[in-house]
């Protein structure tokens, strides 16, 4: 549950459905249908996009999808695949609530049934992960780059920066540009099945479990214990979602699963692990901005440039 428009209204989540309370009169305004039965909404952020629209983000947990929904006009913005596994660079492309997305349905006894998005294509790739891209967009080179936080094996596993150490890149792997390769490229579906979902428990350990608006950046924690970590940022006149960074505590791996987090005091994020002998474990995170990322990767750059200089000189 969240509210939005200044305290106007409550977006609640109903099943795969979302309820719009309006607070003035305690009545459902409308109802949003972004996903199909089984589908559950189980998390529900607010955050405002690069233009200062205030948006709406919901996370599926049977089909592992994120949603974004501008608040103003009700339309569905984007939708990104939560279950990569490696999501690091992913980018999807967030249209204007002007740009048509059967996204929003009014209070009716079907809703929205069948709302796919012709426009858009999943590639999916061993090397890079998957990628959510508009038809219209143009395919770029990604690396897989592993981001680690290091903090004292400790029963509380702090990590106070929230930064990841020591970044380590690996080759890049250019997406292939050959359209007409029926096994990379699929219609994008708000269906629970997901061609790049890996089976088993690799799968489990990739299902999203909360949705956190932690200051211009969303957070979405897995139940492996890694956190996608989501920046807006404006590309030609339009938006576009990108993973900025991938967090993960080493420490944490022996406490089992992650079963929850919180943001805490608008800067903090608490997550849960539980084990099989239902043990816990808690690991804070000091929550970043944009710019804080920024700064670090630009440092970590640096860094790179003077220790090639210094074995150059050598």
Same mark, same amino acid.
């Given at each position: 549950? @969240?509210?939005?428009?200044?305290?106007?209204?409550? &977006?609640?989540?109903?099943?795969?459905?979302?309820?719009?309370?309006?607070?003035?009169?305690?009545?459902?305004?409308?109802?949003?249908?972004?996903?199909?039965?089984?589908?559950?909404?189980?998390?529900?952020?607010?955050?405002?996009?690069?233009?200062? *629209?205030? +948006?709406?983000?919901?996370?599926? @947990?049977?089909?592992?999808?994120?949603?974004?929904?501008? +608040?103003?006009?009700?339309?569905?913005?984007?939708?990104?695949? !939560? #279950?990569?596994?490696?999501?690091?660079?992913?980018?999807?492309?967030?249209?204007?609530?002007?740009?048509?997305?059967?996204?929003?349905?009014?209070?009716?006894?079907?809703?929205?049934?069948?709302?796919?998005?012709?426009?858009?294509?999943?590639?999916?790739?061993? *090397?890079?992960?998957?990628?959510?891209?508009?038809?219209?967009?143009?395919?770029?080179?990604?690396?897989?780059?592993?981001?680690?936080?290091?903090?004292?094996?400790?029963?509380?596993?702090?990590?106070?920066?929230?930064?990841?150490?020591?970044?380590?890149?690996?080759?890049?792997?250019?997406?292939?540009?050959? /359209?007409?390769?029926?096994?990379? /490229?699929?219609?994008?579906?708000?269906?629970?099945?997901?061609?790049?979902?890996?089976?088993?428990?690799? =799968?489990?350990?990739?299902?999203?479990?909360?949705?956190? =608006?932690?200051?211009?950046?969303? &957070?979405?924690?897995?139940?492996? %214990?890694?956190?996608?970590?989501?920046?807006?940022?404006?590309?030609? #006149?339009?938006?576009? %979602?990108?993973?900025?960074?991938?967090?993960?505590?080493?420490?944490?791996?022996?406490? #089992?699963?992650? +079963?929850?987090? =919180?943001?805490?005091?608008?800067?903090?994020? +608490? !997550? !849960? $692990?539980?084990?099989?002998?239902?043990?816990?474990?808690?690991?804070? &995170?000091? %929550? &970043?901005?944009?710019?804080? /990322?920024?700064? $670090?990767?630009?440092?970590?750059?640096?860094? %790179?440039?003077? *220790?090639? !200089?210094?074995?150059?000189?050598?």
């Amino acid at each position: 549950m @969240e509210i939005t428009s200044s305290g106007a209204e409550v &977006w609640y989540s109903n099943g795969p459905g979302i309820l719009i309370i309006d607070c003035s009169s305690m009545e459902i305004s409308r109802r949003l249908e972004p996903f199909s039965p089984p589908s559950v909404i189980t998390s529900i952020a607010c955050n405002s996009e690069c233009h200062g *629209e205030e +948006v709406v983000w919901c996370l599926d @947990e049977k089909s592992n999808f994120l949603v974004m929904y501008h +608040v103003t006009t009700y339309q569905l913005c984007a939708r990104y695949f !939560c #279950g990569d596994c490696s999501p690091l660079r992913d980018m999807f492309t967030i249209q204007q609530p002007s740009a048509v997305i059967p996204a929003t349905a009014p209070i009716n006894p079907k809703g929205l049934e069948g709302n796919s998005l012709a426009d858009m294509s999943i590639i999916y790739s061993p *090397e890079v992960g998957t990628q959510i891209l508009n038809h219209q967009d143009s395919l770029t080179d990604y690396c897989s780059m592993s981001s680690y936080s290091s903090s004292p094996p400790t029963r509380l596993a702090r990590c106070p920066s929230s930064l990841p150490s020591s970044p380590t890149s690996s080759s890049s792997a250019p997406l292939s540009t050959d /359209f007409e390769e029926p096994d990379k /490229f699929h219609e994008l579906k708000p269906s629970p099945d997901h061609d790049a979902m890996p089976a088993g428990d690799g =799968a489990r350990h990739l299902q999203a479990v909360k949705v956190l =608006a932690v200051k211009d950046l969303i &957070w979405i924690p897995r139940r492996g %214990g890694d956190i996608i970590v989501i920046g807006l940022e404006k590309e030609s #006149g339009t938006q576009r %979602g990108r993973v900025i960074a991938v967090l993960k505590a080493g420490e944490v791996a022996p406490y #089992g699963t992650l +079963v929850d987090a =919180a943001l805490i005091a608008k800067d903090t994020v +608490v !997550c !849960c $692990f539980e084990n099989e002998n239902t043990e816990w474990c808690l690991a804070v &995170w000091r %929550g &970043w901005s944009s710019r804080d /990322f920024n700064i $670090f990767y630009q440092a970590y750059e640096e860094l %790179g440039r003077l *220790e090639t !200089c210094m074995r150059k000189r050598r």
